[in-house]
């Protein structure tokens, strides 16, 4: 199906109006991560990591429940209203974050930020797939991640607005909330849904795309395959900036770049190479995203394991940037390969029941992670096990078996 240069130009120009978004979502999470130091010391009943691994995951099982409540209001209603309403709704909590002075607040500020986080990406990802047919997806769906990645890249700075007395950290999250919320505005006006066409199937009831989606083997596969290694990513993200600091005795802020530039920058490279990789091979091969996508996963295992045993710093950077490139290849193509397994009808609301399991790990992973950390059991071991759970994900990526809805 061929596209007029107009409608090409607008299928990019929402992937440009939706690339600030997902920095802001991203950023957010990272500015957590980076600023623990500062914000321990500030809130003095957080006392142990264990403490700090419950409020990673409270935000993670709370976005994890209302990932599909807001994936199929995106399907049933308007992916537009979805993705606006939640970025005005998280750029307002974030402000109130810097407002918190106990563990308690923070964590249901977090809790309630998951709430508000959960409804955007399974309708940004959908819209990015109603506008870009199979040529594109792929890159389309790469290039909107690459502002997740940007998103992180900056939290990796938050640790100096930290230390920053004229800012600190409540005025890091004080200024991104402001800035989130003057970007609703404009996103609100411009945003469009693609316009509705002869071949749209009509909407279904919550229950009726439930057993419609959960009666799919492949998808309850694809699943399984975007959990899996999405466990080690979230450790990664989460927890490496203290793992850096405490390792390698760093202050605050070179921790947290270190923990984040390198792999980050390498994950657009693995984006922006990935989604053209796995739009080109699917031209031969339906299962040519899968293909690329199970490559960066198996670029996981050796990042992993050298992280874990990494003696100095820069050797610690050279196993995150591989472990950023073979995230990027694997991130880009979770919603192209899920377009092939489901109708338009359905992506959101798969997309958020991906995240639902995805994300209900992740929040178990990091608490599960400062657990241990906490016992002092070696970060090698650690790290060893998310490598093993990464590698059986790559045998069940090989058994799912798409079809060809290249055009839809």
């Not at 419950?54 to 976005?63: A, D, E, M, P, T």
């Amino acid at each position: 199906m061929n596209e007029t240069p107009s409608a090409s130009r607008t299928a990019w120009l929402v992937v440009m109006l939706l690339i600030p978004v997902a920095l802001l979502n991203y950023l957010d999470r990272q500015m957590l991560a980076t600023m623990k130091s500062s914000m321990i010391g500030d809130i003095p009943d957080i006392q142990t990591k264990a403490q700090w691994g419950l409020i990673l995951g409270s935000f993670k099982w709370v976005y994890a429940i209302f990932s599909p409540i807001g994936g199929y209001l995106a399907d049933r209603i308007s992916r537009r209203h979805v993705i606006c309403f939640s970025l005005f709704t998280w750029s307002a909590i974030t402000w109130a974050t810097g407002q918190v002075h106990s563990y308690d607040q923070l964590l249901w500020t977090r809790a309630i930020m998951g709430v508000s986080e959960a409804f955007y990406i399974p309708a940004a990802l959908a819209l990015i797939a109603d506008y870009h047919l199979g040529p594109t997806r792929s890159r389309a769906v790469g290039l909107h991640q690459m502002g997740i990645y940007a998103g992180v890249i900056i939290g990796g700075f938050a640790g100096y607005a930290a230390d920053n007395p004229d800012l600190g950290w409540r005025g890091a999250f004080a200024w991104c909330g402001l800035l989130g919320i003057a970007y609703s505005l404009p996103l609100f006006l411009f945003l469009r849904n693609r316009p509705a066409s002869n071949d749209d199937k009509p909407k279904q009831a919550a229950g009726s795309a439930a057993r419609t989606l959960l009666g799919n083997t492949n998808f309850l596969l694809l699943i399984l395959y975007f959990t899996l290694p999405a466990m080690a990513a979230w450790i990664v993200r989460d927890w490496m900036p203290d793992i850096l600091r405490e390792r390698f005795d760093l202050g605050q802020g070179k921790a947290g770049i270190s923990a984040v530039l390198y792999w980050q920058l390498a994950a657009i490279v693995g984006a922006v190479l990935g989604g053209w990789l796995a739009d080109r091979w699917m031209r031969t091969n339906i299962r040519g995203r899968i293909f690329v996508s199970a490559i960066g996963t198996f670029l996981l295992l050796p990042a992993l394991f050298g992280v874990g045993n990494a003696t100095t710093l820069v050797v610690a950077i050279l196993f995150l940037i591989v472990f950023g490139l073979g995230w990027g290849f694997f991130d880009c193509n979770s919603m192209p390969i899920l377009c092939q397994l489901v109708g338009p009808e359905h992506r959101a609301t798969g997309y958020g029941l991906m995240n639902f399991v995805s994300i209900s790990c992740g929040g178990f992973a990091d608490w599960i992670f400062g657990a241990l950390r906490d016992r002092h059991l070696p970060l090698n071991a650690i790290f060893g096990v998310f490598a093993g759970i990464a590698l059986l994900s790559i045998f069940i990526a090989l058994r799912i078996r798409p079809s060809d809805n290249s055009t839809s």
